[in-house]
């Protein structure tokens, strides 16, 4: 299983960028057990920023980004995306994905995205 994120970029202050993260390699039979973005910025630790639990679409976000970010999943469960609206130049990091995903053949294992720049400018 691999999981690749998608829609970094460079952005002003006020704007708005979409991430994706795909996984692939599921196999027919699969689930997603977890479904996280998680973001490091120069010299921070890394911050879980948003999560989705389970199969609902309910999702959890870090206070600093409430109001301003929005986590969905698609039908097909394979992507999840997050949508962010007016960026500040504070979420300038690299945005990672997260997730637990279940195969019959390795059980539950954690995955992660290759990472994607967000650059916010003031």
């Known amino acids: 299983v691999q999981l690749q994120a998608s829609g970094g970029g460079l952005v002003q202050a006020g704007g708005s960028l979409r991430l994706s993260c795909t996984a692939s390699g599921t196999g027919r039979f699969f689930r997603m057990n977890t479904m996280k973005w998680y973001r490091r910025g120069p010299g921070e630790e890394r911050e879980l920023v948003a999560g989705?639990?389970?199969?609902?679409?309910?999702?959890n976000y870090a206070d600093s980004v409430k109001g301003r970010f929005t986590m969905s999943r698609d039908g097909a469960e394979n992507t999840f995306f997050l949508q962010m609206n007016s960026l500040e130049p504070e979420d300038t990091a690299v945005y990672y994905c997260?997730?637990?995903?279940?195969?019959?053949?390795?059980?539950?294992?954690?995955?992660w995205g290759q990472g994607t720049q967000v650059t916010v400018s003031s």
């Open positions: 997260n997730s637990n995903v279940w195969t019959p053949e390795r059980g539950s294992v954690d995955y």
């Open positions: 989705i639990i389970g199969s609902g679409n309910n999702a």
